[in-house]
């Protein structure tokens, strides 16, 4: 499996994240991408590893279609450096690939509290939104931690923690690189959906998310985000498959 990893200005929280999988076995290789340069990343001693520092800052889509470049492996993990792992969350996740149609799968993501966050959600639409802006529903599957492997079938799952079969991620090009920030994690689902693969969200694995949500105020993060909406809807609204 090759993990990819990206900071933009988030190496303290990423070397954190990065001392996590001194736990995790079966990791084939790293790719560790500063989007800014920064310095200070600390790369795990036992896996094999590659940083790259990107002269100019990508998108979210581009720097982990970057990572995945050549990669020979079977599987594809996509994981923010403000994650923190409790236990190793491979092998049930793993598993969840003997169903030969699972495209991609997601743990269920938990707040430092302990609480489910909303990784696992259905597709957005402008009904939906419109409910979530007015404070009735997010969107979100209100699923609970199992002590049992518990893989379920969702729409889509946010891209914080993302474990790809490297068939399935190939066979749909990739992320939408046309999505500079935002609602790319929500395109490739709904392209693995259409392709024929399946989504799922395994609830018998958690990880922690040290949310940085600093910039959802900012105004140029606000424009991403409406200009990744309007290309999500051009491309989706109304053509979406969903679990069967």
């Not at 079966?26 to 790259?52: C, K, V, W, Y």
């Not at 690189?177 to 024929?196: N, P, Q, S």
Request: aromatic content about 10%; overall charge neutral.
């Amino acid at each position: 499996m090759r993990l990819s990893v990206v900071s933009h200005r988030q190496n303290h929280l990423a070397n954190l994240f990065l001392s996590d999988l001194d736990r995790v076995k079966g990791i084939d290789e790293l790719i560790f991408t500063e989007n800014l340069a920064e310095g200070g990343i600390q790369m795990p001693a036992h896996i094999p590893s590659r940083l790259i520092t990107n002269p100019s800052p990508l998108g979210f889509a581009g720097n982990h279609n970057q990572a995945f470049t050549g990669n020979t492996h079977p599987y594809f993990c996509v994981a923010n450096p403000d994650l923190r792992l409790l236990s190793d969350p491979l092998p049930r996740l793993l598993a969840c690939f003997d169903d030969p149609q699972v495209g991609v799968v997601a743990p269920l993501v938990l707040s430092p509290a302990g609480l489910p966050e909303d990784n696992a959600r259905h597709f957005p639409t402008p009904w939906s939104l419109g409910k979530k802006l007015v404070g009735m529903d997010d969107g979100r599957y209100h699923f609970q931690p199992t002590a049992q492997s518990v893989p379920h079938p969702i729409e889509w799952a946010a891209g914080m923690f993302l474990l790809f079969r490297s068939e399935a991620f190939r066979d749909v090009g990739g992320f939408d690189a046309k999505f500079h920030l935002y609602y790319e994690d929500v395109d490739i689902c709904a392209r693995l959906w259409r392709t024929g693969w399946k989504v799922v969200c395994e609830t018998g694995v958690t990880v922690i998310h040290e949310a940085q949500r600093a910039s959802r105020h900012d105004p140029l993060y606000m424009r991403w985000h409406a200009a990744s909406m309007a290309r999500y809807f051009g491309k989706h609204l109304g053509r979406l498959e969903r679990p069967k």
